[in-house]
């Protein structure tokens, strides 16, 4: 091939050599690069995706063997592959023949965006294909802009944000799957021949079951902190389709987007649709590093709020359920100030006056405060942190109405709903999904928000829920012609609603909840500031849904309670050290009646929390994530710890899973910290009198890194049940 011109796009700057007729395009970050051959008139290819290359190596890639594979395939010339795009035209036409045009530059807000613009043959019809990398952030976002001037709307039935060929070889994924109570399980398998889907079709809650991410590892089994893995995020809220096809030719292809089914889109012309950013990362320090990449961009691009420490909270959901009464509110805040906690969240309940919300099977959608139960109104509640010293929050579920109620009663034309069909109803069997493709549910939507917030401007932090899938597919509003826009256009039209509330209230927290983890996703988490990682509070199957969800989320967009012992969910009785333990490998919480807790019990809580605030918090919420030994090799035991930056702090966390007597646990080897450095030891959370061997000792990094420390396995205390945890804090001298 002869490359008459190479444009290195770079994270910092971008050259361009004479020429454009046949273009090597790389796109760099740091410790990443990505390269592409766009030569003009013909298609676009994907060459390298890997480590750090030199512009040496890129322009001989091919030589050396390199993919050389359609970079975002289009269906029709050739119908055999998976395509990222198919469409049919205006005439009828089923084919796209997308050649490169030319290729494009351009920096903002300190992104670097490369942009290889593809165009039909024939038909007028283009596709912008995108690439940004931030400086010092290891990730490249990749989406397209489709768009045609045809004469009549062209129907787009596959859309994908981006296409990655891998080369075919032991190459293992990661994904996560699961359900109510059980999100973000981890499976993990070799590629084999075949296609693997992972999708989710909600149409509300996109991570209630498989989770919008993977990774593959490139080097075999996957390692936590060692091997070549890339990770895959598709940054979309809606449903979402991941498949990686492994046919008999040298590659597995993956493909994300927003799922086609039943999605058909009828795009005008002069309209753009543009697809969701599909976030990339490869790492060679194991799948933890692809964490850490994704993690520290999460923080800083893709979060609200991502710079700051959240809040310790008490949340009333599982103290009182709907039994929500002002005096026992002003009692929570009491006891949660008491327990150094900073803020105080009002779950559901509290609203509804002609059909209170006593249930669940009304009062969704009339969001009145109910004063039998809060005499005082919200003001009171306000009022009364404030004398407790703490900040106030507040429970919504915004996209949703009861059939009870007064909003279904004057706009039953609100909801989703099929024609000829029988209504199907949700939680409490009156649930109904309002269609956010309407701008009038756009306009109810923000009013709701709007009207809490411009009458209790105090309102530090909003829970908003979403509790019921898509059912029944229909749009009252949308046309018959457009019906099959209904996936889409909610979440347009949720995302437009959440942008006009973030632009007159930046600065209130908003935690996304949807049944539990229904919505932990870097498509949502732009307007959000943390997510409810699940309904189950259970310490013991929390360290498998967090170790799942910390693969792509940073420890302080999971909100992690300590809950009532039994639990609530799974009946376990597991000692309060356990439960705060785990609670404080995310962002902390509390999620109990703290009347029901001993003196001691608060006691504990309370110190627990001051340590939190002052020693975990800071190195959890901001910090690097390693994770050592998973609870899913069933060793009996999970470990992980979070490290500054500057490596000189980290906080260990060691939790067992199994316990059996006698059992022989591993010992686990720490990582992230510097082997040259000395840190001294110190227990967090100590119950125990008598210290644990190691308190207050000094070991080099190295020596922890190679080694680790003999984990006591069980708590030395009286009534000591079978459940042991650890919290150690490792401070550089
Ligand atoms: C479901 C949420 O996941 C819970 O935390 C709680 O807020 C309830 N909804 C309230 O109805």
Redesign the pocket.
Known sequence: MNIRAITLSLAAAALTFCGLHAERVKIDTKNTSLVLQADKGKKLKHLYYGGSISDTDASALKQAGAANVNAYPDYGVDPSNEPAIAVVHADGNMTLDLVVDNVSNRTENGAEITTIHLRDAYYPFTVDVNYRTYPDLEIIETWTDISHSEKKPVTLNAFASGYLPVRYGDVWLSNLYGSWGNEARLDCQPLTHGMKVIKNRDGVRNSATAHSEVMLSLDGKPRENEGRVIGAALCYGGNYRIAIDTDASNYHRLIAGIDPTQSAYKLKAKETFTTPVLALSYSNEGLSGVSRNFHHWGREKRMAHGDKLNDVLL?S?EGVYFDIKEPEMEQMMADIASMGGELFVM??GWFGVKYPRDH?RQGLGDWTVDTRKLPGGIQGLIDAAKRHGVKFGI?I?PEMVNTTSELFEKHPEYVIRAEHRDPTYGRGKTQMVLDMANPKVQDIVFTIVDTLLTKYPEIAYI?W?A?MPVRNHGSQYLSADNQSHLFIDYHRGLTSTLDRIRAKYPDVVIQA????GGRANYGILPWFDEF?TS?NTDALQRVYIQWGTSYFYPAMAMASHISAAPNHQTSRTMNLKYRTDVAMSGRLGMEIQPQNMTEQEREQCHKAIEEYKAEIRPVVQTGDIYRLLSPYDGLGAASLLYATPEKDRAVFFWWKTEPFRNKQYPRVKMAGLDPARNYTVKEMNRVEKTPLKFEGKTFSGRYLMENGLEMPVNLNVDNADEWASRVLLLTAQ
């Open positions: 949340n959901w779950d559901d669940d429970w579920e829970k829920d509790n909840c949807a049944s539990g409810w309904d």
